[in-house]
């Protein structure tokens, strides 16, 4: 029945993540440090928000952009904290999560043959959500050595006369890269200079560590071409309410408006309403939890350092992203073989595309107690390769 099927769907490829879940999911007593989401519970006072809507009778539709004191109140936190005004009228746009809010980008700027430079490695549907939208992916790869900071050289090489966006993930989903103010200008001299749109997925926001996180509509000159997306989801443990918001000039959002009026009415009115309250009332369970997964940070990343995986230092989210050069396997014969021996389930690198490979993902998005076990189960893994690699060694000697 392919055949019914259009060219964009079959062409679209499955996530490099879910894979490993789905195996993990048959197994006993695995260790995952793969999931990207908070392990904490929404706090209670936010559950009991969303919980009185429901008693309260609060069950039907909101209006298509969103309550208008959830999008007043994004509209006041954004200006405290980056001294940006948006107008709550039409300039803030309420999402099924960050997802939808960057497919509603994709979709009001891309015409078919447009390209997007996405910056890589990256969270597997930034691509596949270029392709979806109809435009074209142009990866631009950074590196390790460079701290996973994307220059104005790597994107002025990989622009055409096609080119119509930069898409932005920072702080990093995988690296947990933070990108600097120094690269963030290099991004906003290249979009100004070839008359880019910029989208900017800033969902990690609020979960930095010793650094500031840069907005990027408040660099010089960028307001008027940045999409910045964001929602509820990571800094406040919120993913199941599945509640984004768009901040952008009335002329993008009214635009992504006009799709997210038919294809999802409104986004979910408890979860809505249970937004509006973390951010009135929600700041002090953010920092506990940002300072909660501070300290698992430096234990996982000290932890792969002890172990010889040298671990690039993330300053946002909550992913480690260690090298496994000196094992000599690629990272997905890695993560399957781990996963088999040890139970211990991690995400390839390559999964996040070519920038990745040679490296894993791990979430530190989980307890203290399960990431020492994580780490107990890999040196039994690395100790069991060195012991065979020495075996053979020996043989072949003989």
């Given amino acids: 029945m392919s055949r019914y099927l259009s060219r964009s769907a079959q062409n679209l490829r499955p996530s490099g993540i879910r894979r490993y879940f789905d195996i993990a999911a048959t197994m006993e007593d695995v260790v995952t440090l793969g999931i990207g989401e908070p392990d904490f519970v929404t706090p209670a006072h936010i559950v009991d928000a969303g919980v009185k809507s429901l008693r309260d009778g609060f069950t039907g539709y909101t209006s298509n952009a969103g309550l208008y004191e959830l999008r007043a109140a994004v509209a006041s936190q954004i200006e405290a904290r980056y001294g940006l005004r948006y107008s709550p009228e039409n300039e803030v746009l309420v999402t099924v999560g960050v997802s939808e809010a960057l497919y509603l980008a994709l979709k009001v700027l891309l015409d078919p043959g447009d390209e997007v430079l996405v910056v890589e490695p990256c969270f597997v549907a930034n691509p596949a959500l270029v392709e ?17 900071q994307v220059t104005a050289s790597d994107l002025e090489a990989r622009t055409t006369s096609r080119t119509k966006a930069i898409l932005l993930s920072y702080p990093s989903n995988p690296t947990g890269a933070v990108l600097t103010r120094e690269h963030l ?33 408040s660099l010089p000159n960028m307001y008027e071409r940045a999409i910045v997306l964001s929602g509820m989801s990571k800094s406040y443990a919120m993913t199941g309410w599945r509640i984004g918001y768009v901040s952008a000039p009335a ?23 249970a937004s509006l309250q973390a951010i009135r009332q929600g700041e002090a369970d953010v920092e506990s939890m940002r300072q909660d997964y501070d300290r698992r940070r430096r234990l996982i990343v000290d932890g792969f350092n002890r172990l010889g ?90």
Wanted: net charge negative.
């Fill in 132 to 148: 979806t939208a109809g435009g074209t992916a142009v990866m631009v790869r950074t590196s390790v050595g460079n701290g996973f």
């Fill in 185 to 217: 200008l290099q991004v906003a001299d290249i979009a100004e200079k070839h008359d880019l749109v910029v989208i900017s997925d800033e969902i990690y926001e609020r979960l930095v560590y010793g650094i500031e996180h840069v907005n990027f509509a």
């Fill in 251 to 273: 002329p993008f959002t009214e635009a992504m408006y006009k799709i997210h009026q038919y294809l999802i009415m409104s986004a979910p009115t408890t979860g809505q309403t």
């Fill in 309 to 398: 995986l040298k671990c690039f230092e993330p300053r946002g989210a909550f992913y480690a992203f260690p090298s496994i050069a000196i094992t000599g396997m690629d990272d997905e014969t890695f993560c399957e073989e781990l996963l088999r021996e040890q139970r211990l389930a991690l995400i390839p690198g390559s999964a996040f595309g070519e920038s990745g490979a040679g490296f894993v993902r791990a979430s530190y998005a989980t307890s203290e107690a399960n990431i020492q076990e994580a780490l107990n189960r890999l040196e039994r893994f690395l100790a069991a390769r060195a012991a065979a690699a020495h075996l053979q060694a020996k043989a072949a000697a003989a």
